[in-house]
Structures are given as structure tokens and as C-alpha cells.
């Protein structure tokens, strides 16, 4: 069992940037596919970036060019870097864990941050 912690969140202006990191109590190296998902109020958990144990990422339309994930397999830690935030970045962002290993699937996830930007 991995357990991840988020940190990093807060309040900041729009315009402005925040890097959120996601540690995880073991090894990453092993996790296939690491992620950040967002959920606003009275809204659905949606995937804001995810990062592939290959070195792949994908991004959601609305952050493309402004967030950027990375993975530190050295200290088994994931940032999102979040640039150029708008009030509708406004959201619980939450860290996500998953794959399968030896074919049974794993799916773990963070407690998660607040991020409240101001107009």
C-alpha cells in the first residue's frame, strides 16, 4: 500500500503560480501512471495531468501551456507547476496513483491540497 500526501496549495491571485507536490510513502518507480485530478464544488473529479512511468504526459485542454507535471523518482515525489492561474483553477487537486502489477490493478489516492485563486 502507497500512501501520497499533497501539499503546496493556497491562495493566490490570478495571474499567479503554485507547484503542488504529491509524496508517496514508497517508491514511484513502480506506480505506471502518476496524476493530478481537480474537483471544483458541485463539480466532477476531472484529470488535470498525468505522468507515465515511460516519460509520457498528457494534459487537459484547459491547462495545456500553463501547468506542467514531473515526476522525481529519486525522491518519490510528483509536482504539478501551475502558471498563469485563473479563479476557475479554483479546486481540490488531488494526486493520484495507478496501474497493474503482477495483473491486479492498484489505484491509490491523496487526501488532497486547496487551490482558491482570487479575481
Known amino acids: 500500500q502507497v500512501q501520497l500526501v499533497e501539499s503546496g496549495g493556497g491562495l493566490v491571485q490570478a495571474g499567479g503560480s503554485l507547484r503542488l507536490s504529491c509524496v508517496a510513502s514508497?517508491?514511484?518507480?513502480?506506480?505506471?501512471?502518476m496524476g493530478w485530478y481537480r474537483q471544483a464544488p458541485g463539480k466532477q473529479r476531472e484529470l488535470v495531468a498525468v505522468?507515465?512511468?515511460?516519460?509520457?504526459?498528457n494534459y487537459a485542454d484547459s491547462v495545456k501551456g500553463r501547468f506542467t507535471i514531473s515526476r522525481d523518482n529519486v525522491k518519490n515525489t510528483v509536482y504539478l507547476q501551475m502558471n498563469s492561474l485563473k479563479p476557475e483553477d479554483t479546486a481540490g487537486y488531488y494526486c493520484?496513483?495507478?496501474?497493474?502489477?503482477?495483473?491486479?490493478?492498484?489505484?491509490?489516492w491523496g487526501q488532497g491540497t486547496q487551490v482558491t485563486v482570487s479575481s
Open positions: 493520484r496513483g495507478y496501474g497493474i502489477y503482477r495483473m491486479r490493478p492498484y489505484d491509490y
Open positions: 514508497g517508491s514511484i518507480l513502480n506506480i505506471n501512471t
Open positions: 505522468s507515465t512511468s515511460g516519460g509520457s504526459t
